[in-house]
């Protein structure tokens, strides 16, 4: 079978004349296998070059981003740098706002829990990555978590300020610290003095402060107002709770311009100079308690004007 033969015809190009091939089966079947050997090597070689150009490619491509991310990479470390110089200057003034409040500073030790972060070790999925961009991605997380833990403890702390001020606020609100007499002057001074009526030595526990008949008297500190009353010495006269241990009382009052109980802030008109009581002229009696003892009020006055 195999010498038997077979023929290829075929048209020429100018269609004029009909030629032929014979080949015998042998021989056939022989340029058939040649030629799909020769098919596949085209095929394979055609193959191997194309994976290698797109393997080339990706290589160089990888390389690119390399070096893109690292140059990035980079670039974030300087600013994370710089918020390291910002978080430390935050962390001064956090410890100026706390000094002025009386609170401590966060020791090393609580300071040191805000510094670094965990070993980074990095996704499967970045593994094609350098290890240039795996350390430096791995420092500025470690940093991150630092900085994140620094910010959450400034937090807490400045919270604690801000309570610590205002609790101070408060304190200095309830302070009284100015005259109660705008433009007033002391004519009678806190101590031991002649007493106008007996003529005889005796302690004077407040100020007597000359102002005319219906001169606003005024609230020396931020409080509540606690008794209202009217005595033989004192005639008609305001006590004034301002917490903390502090009280004050004004005497002598012609006119009583608030109501027991209640709140009265500095500067406020509580009621007007008399001569109530046990007085020879127009003006005001001011006293100052500080834990249940009488002091010279003159001590407390830091302000005399708005």
Wanted: net charge positive; with cysteine; proline share 3%.
């Amino acid at each position: 079978m195999l010498d038997e033969r077979f023929r290829l015809m075929y048209l020429s190009k100018d269609r004029t004349d009909i030629k032929q091939i014979s080949l015998t089966w042998k021989k056939f079947v022989t340029y058939a296998v040649l030629a799909g050997v020769c098919f596949s090597l085209l095929i394979g070689g055609s193959v191997v070059l194309v994976t290698r150009l797109v393997t080339n490619f990706r290589v160089v491509a990888l390389e690119n981003d390399n070096t893109f991310l690292q140059k990035e990479l980079m670039s974030m470390k300087e600013k994370v740098s710089q918020v390291s110089e910002q978080l430390a200057v935050i962390e001064t003034t956090g410890d100026h706002l706390r000094d002025f409040a009386g609170l401590e500073e966060p020791g090393p030790d609580t300071r040191q829990l805000g510094v670094g972060g965990s070993a980074y070790t990095g996704s499967p999925e970045i593994g094609y990555y350098s290890k240039e961009i795996k350390k430096t991605a791995g420092e500025i997380n470690a940093d991150l978590d630092g900085f994140l833990r620094s910010v959450e403890l400034e937090k807490q702390s400045l919270q604690n300020v801000a309570m610590a001020i205002q609790n101070r606020q408060e304190l200095l609100d309830g302070y009284p610290s100015i005259m109660p007499i705008l433009g007033g002057q002391v004519n009678s001074k806190f101590g031991t003095r002649i007493d106008p009526f007996t003529k005889r030595p005796k302690m004077h526990h407040g100020i007597d402060v000359f102002a005319p008949k219906g001169t606003q008297a005024l609230a020396s500190a931020k409080g509540r107002v606690a008794r209202i009353a009217v005595g033989k010495d004192y005639g008609n006269w305001i006590e004034v709770d301002h917490g903390n241990g502090y009280k004050t009382r004004y005497a002598h009052l012609s006119k009583v311009l608030v109501r027991r109980g209640q709140k009265v802030n500095r500067w406020d008109c509580i009621g007007e100079v008399g001569k109530t009581g046990r007085a020879q002229g127009y003006h005001l009696h001011y006293e100052v308690w500080a834990a249940g003892k009488r002091k010279n009020p003159v001590d407390y006055m830091v302000r005399y004007d708005r």
